[in-house]
């Protein structure tokens, strides 16, 4: 029985080398763009990558601390994405409600949640070190 091009991925002739991470580049830009778009939770999150970029600029910390605070942020966009890639597979097997359609969803929502967990804990465990090492 012949294979359906349109409905079965052809793992023999994928792409290797520079032309992989020029594809898959695009497909990142093309999936962030979308984000960005339509999802305002993304948004949100990427003012707030913006402002703490703006805050680790001028904030007079160690190169260290300024990239656990960095990556912290990153870490919630990141979550944020694997949230929305778990919300459009659940929505593309099916739109009908369905116990474990809504576990799955919910589970994602708790990722982002402790994403922004490890964000706070990191971001007032530094600025309470700092703190202390100003008035101390």
Known sequence: MPINK???FDTSNKPSGLKRIVLAMGNSIRAINWLTINESAFRQEI????L?????????????EKAVLLVSI???LFAEIINTAIEATIDR????LHPLSGLA???????VLIAILIG?????TVL???IQTVTG
Not at 93 to 96: A, L, P, Q
Not at 120 to 124: A, D, K, R
């Open 93 to 96: 097997v099916g739109t009908e």
């Open 52 to 64: 703490s970029l703006a805050i680790l600029f001028y904030w007079g910390i160690s190169l260290p």
């Open 6 to 8: 349109e409905t079965h």
């Open 47 to 50: 003012l707030l990558l913006l």
């Open 105 to 111: 969803k919910d589970l994602g929502s708790a990722a």
């Open 128 to 130: 309470a070190v700092n």
């Open 74 to 76: 990153l870490f919630i």
């Open 120 to 124: 706070l804990i990191s971001w007032g």
